[in-house]
């Protein structure tokens, strides 16, 4: 429940707000609805971690890679997937960690 | 203990989001920059994506029409020049919003703000040069006159227009590297603009290492090895060509113009080959019976292209061309009557003054046998990441001084300290005005009278119409004594000073000579025997020039065709005038195996520098290697300038016992063909060491860069040509626009620039047509009569609506 709310929500978010709205929607919805710490974790660094991959699929795919090959040379990381995945595990930790900060936080009332 | 675990966590998500969300040095903020929702995934163009669209834009006073074609130029149909100016703007902006921006950020001495303190002593200098302080007067003069202060406010508001639609996740790709927000554009920046053409063109002086070399040689010495005319030449006026005047006053020579200075380090000379092409032939030796022209500029490199092409239409305007974004109008192209196009000159119309300060609160100068005020200008840089840099510059009325005698100059190679800069920069007139004008010319005296406001960079215009053909050696040019500004000049004698101008109907020019075409290749526009005024002496080389002469003289039904193959031919003079000579020299029974077969492929060589040939590498690197034997002893670069290829080649084929063969740091001494041979054995043995570097278009390691030189954003060259064949590139500095017009009641184009007309790294047309421009293959280049006229190329219409 808890990822789909934050894989729903992050997502409209993002189309609208800078890109740490997910660190608010990740804290916001597992002070709501996280079961306990490693639900909270998993749910945002899922569902934020999902949201970033098909975004980058999205653009790398659709357009050949013609920028993102690019910018993976630039970085030196060779090849435009590990782009993708850089970028996914970048979404999915900041997700992760302001989920549990929500739980954690939560639990200070309880 | 919870307590703790809910402030750990906390305080690391806050760390991360504020880490993410900031740069490091050359590190861009990841978070931003990677998110697929706002970063640079977004820039990303899919194909099919660019499509007909109807949008409103502020500030138009009526509907505007763009239909793009297969290249992705806009052809702008407006019912004013207002909004075909405002058009323009947004359009521009579009595909080159970044690069606009850096150029003037880059001309103005902003780029710290941008990047951090490793750009403070490039800004510190461009401020010292004065760039900004001159482009605000040129706007000054351009806003007085009402056409371009139209042309620049409302081009000004349809780039404002484009960026206040942006929301970050537009931003093109390189504001999201860096993390930064475009600024408003401002009529400062076009002029900004202009400033940097001339800093591109005319920024540059070897006073300084020439005044070490007249101090250590002498001026005996100095007039043998760097005369004011070449040893070999073909000027651009012909002969008897130039129209007769009566010349104004020439100022006399000082008896001593040397000022005595101390000696000074330096490092940069100056290029002597900006590789720039043009020519027209006229009707009679043409295949369809009108004239053709062709233009080639060459420039350094880069992505996004340093030209955006587009086709401007309004009641009293048709053109087509290329303009440096950020501009309004068109720089180099054509209309229905005229076509035009330039190349540099190369005067001599940067100067430095020794300046003799009273004392060392440096608040007065002499000159003119009395004190004059220095005048203090403050300049606030400001630094990404760090506090705000305040620097003093002092300006004199000579120009300002761009470094004290204690200071360390940026690109010391050409700037002296303790001297005042004189420069053409300083001086304004209209130049935008001379392109509204040119734009819209239908006949030669319209466009010789365009001309009158264009005061720098001078450029060789060359001209057609259908029926004339000219070309005109156009800047405003100091009178000067003969040899004036060789030196570095002194600044108390008022004798030193520019003493006034060479009226602008008295420039170099030729119409319809007799032998049926104009050409220039950036070589002496006239020689001094048939005009009285001198202009400089360090023009570019005769061997260009008389390539494109000996190929136009040769030529009969010339077809735009002919012209193309012309704009690509690697044939140089160079080789054809040493070769010979160098290889007589050499012991050939003293040759190894590995030395032979470099010698023979000499030998047989037929003076092409193609891609794919060896020969050409083992020459160059022979002669660059051979020309430092002989010079670098007694002019190493750091403080000297080492005479001209022409003045070498003068020497090698004609002065075989001359003393400067001989290696002043050794006992013995050496000779010409002791330096021949042991050079050539060297080239030969290290080139078959290193195999893959066997072909010239791999040797010679050209690159066409990015223009913050991202890794990833450019792309290696494998090309033809070096920097005296007609196909001039060299380096990264090559044919940034070739060009070729047939003229006749249908006007009839084509061309090629190495990228393409959008900036977006993201997008295909950021570089599809380099590999046709390495090919040397030109594209028709679509010019319509009217807004009704739509072939099926321009399917893609924008209409743009008033709000």
């Given at each position: 429940m808890l990822f789909l709310l934050i894989l729903l929500l992050g997502l409209l978010a993002q189309f609208f707000l800078p890109w740490w709205s997910i660190a608010l929607v990740c804290f916001g919805l597992a002070i709501w609805k996280a079961q306990y710490g490693r639900h909270a974790f998993l749910s945002g660094f899922l569902a934020i971690g999902l949201t970033w991959l098909g975004g980058a699929l999205f653009w790398h795919l659709a357009t050949d890679g013609v920028l993102s090959n690019r910018v993976a040379t630039m970085m030196t990381v060779n090849s435009a997937w590990i782009l993708v995945a850089v970028t996914t595990f970048l979404g999915a930790m900041v997700g992760g960690v302001s989920a549990l900060s929500g739980y954690l936080v939560r639990r200070l009332w309880e | 203990m919870k307590w703790i675990k809910a402030l750990v966590s906390v305080a690391l998500t806050l760390m991360a989001v504020y880490g993410l969300n900031r740069t490091y040095g050359i590190i861009p903020a990841l978070g931003p920059f990677l998110s697929p929702y706002e970063g640079f995934w977004r820039n990303s163009e899919r194909e099919g994506e660019f499509q007909s669209e109807e949008l409103v834009l502020e500030g138009l006073q009526a509907p505007v029409q763009v239909r793009f074609d297969s290249l992705r130029v806009p052809h702008i149909f407006a019912q004013n020049d207002h909004d075909l100016y405002l058009a323009q703007g947004y359009l521009t902006a579009r595909d080159r919003l970044w690069q606009m921006e850096f150029m003037t950020h880059a001309a103005a001495g902003r780029l710290s703000e941008l990047i951090g303190d490793q750009m403070l002593e490039m800004d510190r200098y461009q401020r010292r040069m004065g760039m900004v302080t001159s482009a605000k007067r040129s706007l000054q003069k351009m806003m007085s006159d009402p056409q371009t202060r139209n042309a620049m406010q409302a081009y000004t508001a349809g780039v404002n227009a484009y960026i206040d639609q942006l929301s970050p996740q537009d931003y093109p790709f390189e504001y999201k590297l860096l993390h930064y927000a475009p600024e408003r554009w401002s009529p400062l920046k076009i002029a900004l603009l202009l400033k940097m053409l001339t800093n591109d063109m005319t920024g540059y002086s070897d006073d300084l290492r020439m005044t070490n070399n007249l101090r250590k040689y002498g001026a005996e010495t100095m007039k043998d090895l760097f005369p004011n005319y070449p040893f070999r030449e073909e000027p651009i006026m012909v002969a008897g060509a130039q129209p007769k005047f009566k010349p104004v006053p020439i100022p006399p020579t000082p008896a001593e113009f040397m000022a005595g200075a101390a000696l000074h380090s330096l490092e940069r000379q100056k290029p002597e080959n900006l590789g720039s092409n043009n020519w027209a032939v006229a009707g009679a030796r043409t295949a369809s019976g009108y004239p053709l022209l062709a233009s080639d500029p060459h420039l350094g490199l880069t992505l996004p292209s340093i030209w955006h092409a587009v086709q401007l239409h309004a009641p009293g305007i048709n053109t087509y061309g290329v303009m440096i974004?950020?501009?309004?109008?068109?720089?180099?192209g054509f209309n229905e009557h005229i076509a035009w196009g330039m190349t540099n000159v190369g005067a001599d119309v940067l100067d430095w003054y020794e300046i003799k300060f009273k004392d060392n609160t440096r608040q007065q100068y002499w000159h003119n046998q009395r004190w004059k005020p220095v005048r203090r200008v403050v300049e606030k840089i400001k630094v990404k990441g760090g506090k705000d840099i305040v620097d003093t510059v002092l300006y004199t009325h000579h120009g300002p001084v761009a470094y004290l005698p204690h200071e360390k100059p940026f690109r010391s190679g050409n700037t002296p300290t303790g001297h005042a800069l004189r420069w053409i920069a300083h001086d304004n007139q209209n130049e935008l005005k001379t392109l509204f004008l040119i734009n819209r010319a239908t006949n030669y005296p319209q466009f010789r009278q365009a001309l009158v406001t264009w005061a720098a960079p001078a450029f060789n215009f060359v001209y057609a119409d259908t029926l004339n053909i000219a070309i005109v050696s156009n800047g405003l040019y100091p009178l000067k004594w003969p040899g004036q500004g060789k030196f570095l000049l002194d600044g108390?004698?008022?004798?030193?000073?520019?003493?006034?101008?060479?009226?602008?109907?008295?420039v170099p020019m030729t119409l319809n000579p007799a032998r049926g075409f104009v050409s220039s290749?950036?070589?002496?526009?006239?020689?001094p025997k048939d005009y009285p005024?001198?202009?400089?002496?360090?023009?570019?080389?005769y061997e260009r020039s008389a390539r494109i002469n000996q190929r136009l003289t040769a030529?009969?039904?010339?077809t735009p065709d002919s012209f193309r193959v012309l704009q690509t031919d690697n044939y140089s003079f160079v080789p054809k005038n040493i070769l010979p000579t160098l290889l007589g020299l050499?012991?050939?029974?003293?040759?190894s195996g590995t030395q032979k077969k470099a010698f023979q492929a000499l030998a047989n060589w037929n003076y092409r520098f193609e891609a794919n040939q060896l020969a050409p590498y083992l020459f160059e690197e022979w002669t660059q290697r051979l020309a430092k034997a002989i010079f670098f002893d007694e002019f190493p670069p750091e403080t000297q300038k080492a005479p001209s290829r022409d003045r070498l080649v003068q020497m090698l084929l004609q002065e075989p016992n001359a003393p400067w063969y001989d290696n002043v740091n050794t006992p013995q001494k050496e000779t010409l063909p002791q330096l021949v041979n042991t050079t050539f054995k060297h080239v030969a043995d290290s080139l078959y060491t290193k195999d893959a570097k066997g072909q010239w278009g791999n040797a010679r390691n050209s690159t066409i860069k990015h223009m913050a030189q991202l890794p990833g954003f450019g792309q290696k060259l494998f090309a033809g040509g070096s920097a005296n064949s007609i196909n001039a590139l060299n380096g990264s500095h090559g044919p940034s626009w070739r060009m070729v017009v047939q003229m006749g009641p249908q006007v009839q184009a084509w061309g090629v620039y190495p990228g393409g007309q959008s900036g977006n790294p993201g997008s295909r047309f950021y570089d599809q047509l380099l590999n046709d421009w390495q090919a040397g293959k030109l594209h028709q280049l679509l010019f319509l009569k009217s807004v009704q006229d739509q072939p099926a190329t321009t399917s893609i219409t924008w209409t743009l609506k008033k709000n």
């Open positions: - | 974004p950020g501009a309004p109008g068109v720089g180099i108390t004698n008022p004798a030193h000073d520019w003493q006034g101008w060479i009226p602008m109907n008295q290749a950036n070589q002496s526009p006239v020689n005024y001198y202009l400089g002496s360090t023009f570019a080389g030529m009969n039904q010339v050499i012991e050939q029974n003293n040759l």
